[in-house]
């Protein structure tokens, strides 16, 4: 035991503080049970296009096994940049102002060890991605919750965000459309969350990997708000409109005084993202536009269903915009969103992630992935409804 004290104090406190992924922690325990409905890993269903997949064999084939550049691939980096300004209004330079990374996931991490000194209050609206309280804190950061509920359809006020604003606040976190909540923002709303961020000089991390995902109105990309494009480091990726979770390709915009320094830490941590990798995302976002039409559609088709047949069965459920995700409530079951997964989990066989591992505001509701098959979102509906009468 002594021994085992002394081994712990050469661990750093700040890794120590931090506790593991709950959505992997569901995932795992539900990957050693049979006939399990997984709604609980957020990742789409749909296998990467051929033509993805193929460009990166025929540079495997072509021998382009090497380094990139540091900041990722030329031809990648300008394929980025017109389709950010042709999709999103939001244009930035390919040679000095796009990082390629390692996932959507590193470019936060690049971002906020680029800008946050120990004691910085970063602002995070939640509910939230599962990392970006724990980052913060590994940087010496101090995570500050702005918390939004289903009244307001999961969206942050200006209000909201002013009220927790100190002299320590540097940088506000913000993703829509939103993960676990499918949450977006109109761009009025936007307008307003500007008019704060200006007046208090605060920086915006805008974590945008499902902007593609947004099924009733185009997605508003935060630097494209006038007076925001200076203000604003935008992340984003391959994995969730393109389907290539594994491929773990993402990229970082920003104005050339955070980019270059947030390339710098990618060279010292990662060298560059991987070169079959980034051959495959040049294909991606070049000539599969179609592709995730077609996979968005079906997504708009599977919210549709599953939102309408969980308010069916008596659980609330705001109409997510976004993202493919449901967040309904289970408030009336009288259980934590822990017990409800768990006791889910073992006696129906349906993997959810419980709201609360997003954070304070994600308690009373469970995450439910749509990103699988009709057939499996039906039975896990009668599971649920089962599940619940049981209670």
């Given at each position: 035991?002594?021994m085992?004290?002394g081994?712990?104090?050469?661990?750093?406190d700040?890794?120590?503080?931090?506790?593991?992924?709950?959505?992997?922690?569901?995932?795992?325990?539900?990957?050693?049970?049979e006939?399990?409905?997984?709604?609980?890993?957020?990742?789409?269903?749909?296998?990467?296009?051929?033509?993805?997949?193929?460009?990166?064999?025929?540079?495997?084939?072509?021998?382009?096994?090497?380094?990139?550049?540091?900041?990722?691939?030329?031809?990648?980096?300008?394929?980025?940049?017109?389709?950010?300004?042709?999709?999103?209004?939001?244009?930035?330079?390919?040679?000095?102002?796009?990082?390629?990374?390692?996932g959507?996931?590193?470019?936060?991490?690049?971002?906020?060890?680029?800008?946050?000194?120990?004691?910085?209050?970063?602002?995070?609206?939640?509910?939230?991605?599962?990392?970006?309280?724990?980052?913060?804190?590994?940087?010496?950061?101090?995570?500050?919750?702005?918390?939004?509920?289903?009244e307001?359809?999961?969206?942050?006020?200006?209000?909201?965000?002013?009220?927790?604003?100190?002299?320590?606040?540097?940088?506000?976190?913000?993703?829509f459309?939103?993960?676990?909540?499918?949450?977006?923002?109109?761009?009025?709303?936007?307008?307003?969350?500007?008019?704060?961020?200006?007046?208090?000089?605060?920086?915006?991390?805008?974590?945008?990997?499902?902007?593609?995902?947004?099924?009733?109105?185009?997605?508003?990309?935060?630097?494209?708000?006038?007076?925001?494009?200076?203000?604003?480091?935008?992340?984003?990726?391959?994995?969730?409109?393109?389907?290539?979770?594994?491929?773990?390709?993402?990229?970082?915009?920003?104005?050339?005084?955070?980019?270059?320094?947030?390339?710098?830490?990618?060279?010292?941590?990662?060298?560059?993202?991987?070169?079959?990798?980034?051959?495959?995302?040049?294909?991606?976002?070049?000539?599969?536009?179609?592709?995730?039409?077609?996979?968005?559609?079906?997504?708009?088709q599977?919210?549709?269903?599953?939102?309408?047949?969980?308010?069916?069965?008596?659980?609330?459920?705001?109409?997510?915009?976004?993202?493919?995700?449901?967040?309904?409530?289970?408030?009336?079951?009288?259980?934590?969103?822990?017990?409800?997964?768990?006791?889910l989990?073992?006696?129906e066989?349906?993997?959810v992630v419980?709201?609360?591992?997003?954070?304070?505001?994600?308690?009373?509701?469970?995450?439910c992935?749509?990103?699988?098959?009709?057939?499996?979102?039906?039975?896990?509906?009668?599971?649920?409804?089962?599940?619940?009468?049981?209670?």
């Open positions: 035991m002594s085992q004290k081994h712990q104090s050469k661990l750093s700040a890794v120590q503080r931090i506790q593991p992924s709950g959505i992997r922690r569901f995932f795992d325990l539900a990957s050693t049970m006939n399990v409905i997984s709604l609980g890993v957020g990742e789409p269903d749909f296998t990467t296009p051929w033509n993805v997949r193929e460009a990166s064999i025929a540079s495997l084939e072509r021998g382009m096994t090497s380094y990139t550049a540091n900041a990722g691939l030329i031809e990648l980096r300008e394929a980025i940049a017109e389709y950010l300004s042709r999709q999103f209004y939001t244009n930035y330079s390919p040679e000095n102002e796009i990082v390629v990374t390692v959507a996931s590193e470019g936060i991490d690049l971002a906020l060890r680029a800008t946050i000194n120990p004691g910085d209050e970063v602002l995070i609206v939640e509910p939230c991605f599962v990392s970006y309280a724990p980052l913060v804190s590994l940087v010496g950061g101090v995570p500050i919750s702005i918390l939004t509920s289903i307001n359809d999961f969206k942050v006020s200006a209000s909201d965000i002013e009220k927790k604003i100190t002299q320590k606040t540097k940088v506000i976190l913000i993703s459309p939103n993960n676990p909540t499918g949450a977006v923002m109109p761009k009025e709303d936007l307008v307003e969350v500007a008019s704060v961020v200006r007046k208090y000089d605060l920086l915006v991390l805008s974590d945008e990997i499902y902007a593609e995902l947004s099924y009733d109105e185009s997605h508003v990309s935060f630097p494209s708000i006038e007076g925001m494009w200076e203000r604003t480091i935008l992340i984003s990726g391959f994995s969730k409109a393109f389907a290539m979770t594994g491929w773990r390709l993402g990229y970082v915009c920003a104005p050339e005084m955070y980019a270059k320094e947030m390339l710098k830490i990618h060279q010292y941590a990662m060298m560059c993202a991987s070169t079959m990798a980034q051959y495959a995302a040049l294909e991606a976002i070049t000539n599969s536009q179609e592709e995730m039409q077609e996979m968005i559609v079906s997504y708009r599977r919210r549709n269903f599953f939102v309408k047949s969980l308010k069916e069965i008596g659980l609330d459920c705001h109409l997510p915009g976004g993202a493919f995700y449901a967040f309904p409530s289970i408030k009336e079951t009288s259980l934590s969103s822990e017990e409800f997964a768990e006791k989990l073992k006696e066989k349906v993997a419980p709201g609360n591992v997003f954070g304070e505001g994600g308690e009373g509701h469970i995450r992935s749509y990103a699988t098959s009709m057939e499996q979102l039906e039975e896990a509906v009668k599971r649920i409804e089962r599940f619940i009468k049981n209670i």
